[in-house]
């Protein structure tokens, strides 16, 4: 059997099958996706008046898109011209040369190009298309919370579920289409797919990150703190912005970030299986992970489709125990099908196809390890438990107290995050250290492979949170009979869906640093194989014997010795990135919010506004928040491209593996302390809105406590929604960027005449770049009157 051509990789009949099922499997998922968006799209869309402020947000959020396009899109174009030249710079590796010949060089450059290209499109995609998606089911949503409960959740639910099940098809569709034409070589191309991936990634969730939280910021502190109004209350000039930030940060940005993790995942699991084919000749090695991944979009797909069902189900008799209390209760009950049928079909591929029921467990530890982080930041986050309950209390002695208790709540569940992750990385030691460290490392990214296997579900939890968000913003502004019953109950339930989307959009934020983590640490030991296989090309000996160096022997050879000074400079410098990163990030916002308060209070001024007979001018603000994004963007990306860069170039590979070190455990450390402390705040908050209102007992939106509770909110915003999210794909930009650049560092860093004076002027050049990049993110905002 040779089914297009995939005998030529050594496939047998079963194997061949089975790939050309994974990209079946693939557009499965995207057929799903387009069903349901037509059940998504023929639901009403409300009242005039909701269609109207429905309009407003449309509007804003599809002009935020194109000028970040318009800004992005020539970066994209340099680095598609340069990362083509960059295989002409070193030797194709040998299983490029095996599969093409003496044709490996050219087509190893347009395959990595195109890849690139697929990458960064299938990103654009499922961010664009994801929030697209979520703006026309918000109003929807909201317009079914005046019959039932089921019926919004279901709209909201759904749309998230076709973000969800675009990043399945896709992801999994580029990476096995990649194999299929690279076979062995696929490595040399699916970095490419990766790092396209990423970058855009990168793009909008620093974009949307900054433009959402300048506008909630702004939006709170005049309107709630200063003015003591709701928090969607129309008159307030940056509502409008603040529900448009949360499809272009929570839709576009968190859908295009999981969507790298997804692809990264899939990168890093082939290149490292391939090392293994080579010592062992076996292609189960990549073939598995490919087949799990199709059966995770199955299994999501069973997962989300049950949603609504569970709510239905009697709450009493022989199946009461499958009646679901809520809407947090019917979408982890999804999840725990979809977990159970991936475990299931796992176990039975293991044994009865590869032979190895070892590979079966990593995928449970994976799948274990994403439902671990539900309870687990739930924990922390949560209305009802003792951390959040802890800040509400402190709120009585002032924004203060409220702040520390907040950053204590941070800083221990980034503690409890990590040791979650090394517990699985225990596990994989555990499973395969005896046969050596390339099955161990290979062991954690199908960790990471089993995490993600269930992306649709994933992405659907995180996108209900801000469609429901929307639809609860659009209920408030449109809905002003708080005396008719159908609005008190639609108000209501539409409250309640919203508040179960603060606690799923803070689960889907831990999975998605944690994944972002295993992914950079199997991109981390793709950068060892990376190193070798130049070194490989350069041993004579070997490539005329037709041997690979063994993998135990590259880890000796490029191992990390933290005693070297090099080693020790680039780990401090990997750790404090995140920092800096970090640092402008959250200037960013707070320049930008300023700026939103400014024009808040001035529009408040005017007479009649107040009153609700003058109509705030939303626009303004939505421009406010536009040009604060835009503005940092070019400058956040130069500095995780070009950082790596220049340190690999000046003090060599050593160093720049000890930057990659530090970086992973700083980032992630960071990543988890701010999106829980944010997180934390925000819940303490509404758990003070939703005490009955009592100026004697200090109780109650308006009271003093509310108001300490609103600061902490305040704070932590661009802590959860910009600085930590950002940090997942800057974090793999770098590991990407270090994997890329590693065969040309290891050729000419450390050289001597005219190559040493060359590799340390450029190396300069972009050390002088950065610095621009660092001083034009600091750069003051302009006048408001300019």
């Known amino acids: 059997m040779n089914i297009l051509g995939l005998a030529r990789h050594g496939l047998n009949s079963f194997e061949q099958v089975a790939i ?51 800004t992005i899109l020539p970066l994209i174009a340099v680095l598609t011209i340069v990362l083509f030249f960059s295989v002409y710079v070193v030797p194709p590796s040998l299983e490029a040369t095996h599969e093409f010949g ?44 005046r019959r039932s409960l089921n019926e919004s959740l279901t709209i909201a639910y759904y749309s998230g579920t076709i973000t969800g099940m675009l990043t399945d098809g896709l992801g999994l569709f580029g990476g096995t289409v990649i194999f299929i034409i690279f076979g062995a070589a696929a490595p040399d191309a699916l970095l490419g797919f990766g790092f396209g991936g ?40 940056a509502v409008v ?115 190895d029921w070892k590979l079966a467990a990593l995928t449970t530890i994976g799948v274990v390890l994403a439902v671990a982080f539900n309870p687990l930041t739930s924990y922390f986050t949560a209305t009802k438990r003792p951390p959040v309950k802890e800040i509400v209390e402190s709120t009585s002695t002032g924004p203060a107290t409220t702040i520390l208790s907040g950053l204590s709540v941070g800083m221990e569940s980034s503690v409890w995050a990590l040791i979650v992750i090394v517990v699985s990385f225990v596990f994989a030691l555990l499973l395969y250290n005896g046969e050596g460290a390339a099955y161990v490392l290979y062991a954690v990214a199908m960790i990471g492979i089993g995490m993600l296997s269930h992306t649709g579900n994933n992405v659907a939890m995180d996108s209900y949170g801000p469609i429901s968000d929307n639809a609860n913003g659009i209920g408030e502004m449109a809905w002003h009979d708080l005396d008719d019953p159908e609005t008190k109950k639609a108000r209501q339930i539409m409250a309640d869906l919203d508040a179960v989307g603060n606690t799923t959009k803070a689960i889907t934020k831990g999975v998605a640093i944690a994944s972002a983590v295993i ?81 808040v209070r001035r529009q408040f001024k005017i007479p009649g506004l107040m009153e609700g007979k003058v109509k705030p001018d939303y626009a303004r603000v939505v421009g406010i928040s536009t040009a604060a994004a835009q503005k940092e963007l070019i400058p956040l990306a130069t500095i995780s491209v070009l950082t790596p860069l220049a340190l690999g170039l000046m003090l060599g590979v050593e160093a720049l593996a000890g930057f990659c070190a530090g970086i992973i455990l700083s980032g992630q450390l960071l990543a988890v302390f701010m999106a829980n402390a944010g997180g934390a705040w925000d819940n303490a908050k509404k758990a003070i809105e939703d005490e009955p209102r009592d100026p004697k007992a200090n109780t109650g939106k308006g009271s003093e406590r509310h108001k300490a509770g609103v600061v902490g909110d305040t704070v932590g915003d661009p802590l959860k929604d910009t600085a930590g999210p950002a940090l997942n794909p800057m974090i793999k930009v770098v590991n990407l960027v270090s994997l890329l650049a590693a065969p040309i560092i290891v050729k000419y860093a450390g050289g001597s005449g005219v190559t040493q004076w060359v590799v340390w002027s450029i190396a300069l050049v972009m050390v002088a770049v950065v610095g621009w990049a660092i001083l034009r993110s600091k750069a003051k905002a302009p006048d408001m009157k300019a």
Request: charge should be negative; proline fraction near 2%.
């Open 241 to 355: 912005a603040d529900l448009v930030g949360d499809n272009v940060g929570d839709c576009a940005g968190m859908a295009a970030d999981i969507f790298e993790s997804y692809e990264v995942t899939i990168v890093s699991g082939l290149i490292l299986g391939l090392t293994l084919v080579a010592a062992t000749g076996d292609l189960k090695w990549i073939v598995y992970p490919l087949i799990i991944r199709a059966i995770g979009v199955i299994s999501s797909i069973l997962g989300t489709f049950t949603v609504p069902i569970w709510e239905k189900m009697p709450k009493k008799g022989i199946f009461g125990f499958l009646h679901a209390h809520d809407a947090e209760d019917a979408m982890f009950r999804s999840y725990e099908v979809s977990s159970v049928n991936t475990i299931l079909w796992a176990f039975l591929l293991a044994i009865f196809y590869a032979n």
């Open 198 to 237: 990423t970058l855009l990634a990168l793009f909008m969730r620093v974009g949307g990150g900054i433009y959402t939280k300048a506008a909630d910021v702004g939006a709170d502190l005049v309107g709630k703190v200063e003015k003591d109004i709701p928090e969607d209350d129309p008159r307030n000039a």
């Open 519 to 599: 992914a950079a640490v199997s991109l981390f030991a793709s950068f060892f194989i990376d190193v070798g296989r130049v070194q490989e090309a350069a041993n004579a000996a070997a490539l005329a014997a037709g041997q690979a160096i063994p993998f135990e022997q590259l880890l000796s050879d490029t191992g990390i010795r933290v005693s070297e000074t090099a080693v020790f400079i680039g780990l401090l410098l990997g750790g404090a990135l995140p920092w800096l990163f970090s640092s402008l990030s959250i200037k960013a916002v707070s320049r930008a919010a300023g700026l939103i308060v400014l024009e």
């Open 102 to 145: 003496d044709n490996a060089q050219i087509a190893v450059a347009i395959g990595r190009t195109i890849a690139f290209i697929m990458g960064a499109s299938f990103s654009l995609l499922v961010g664009q298309l994801g929030m697209r998606m979520a703006i026309q089911a918000n109003i929807r949503s909201a317009s079914a919370a």
């Open 20 to 70: 050309i099922g994974v990209v079946f499997t693939a557009f499965i998922s995207l057929i799903y996706a387009w069903l349901l968006r037509g059940n998504v799209l023929k639901k009403d869309k409300g009242t005039p008046k909701m269609q109207e402020v429905w309009d407003a947000i449309r509007i804003g959020a599809d002009s935020y898109l194109s000028r970040q396009l318009k």
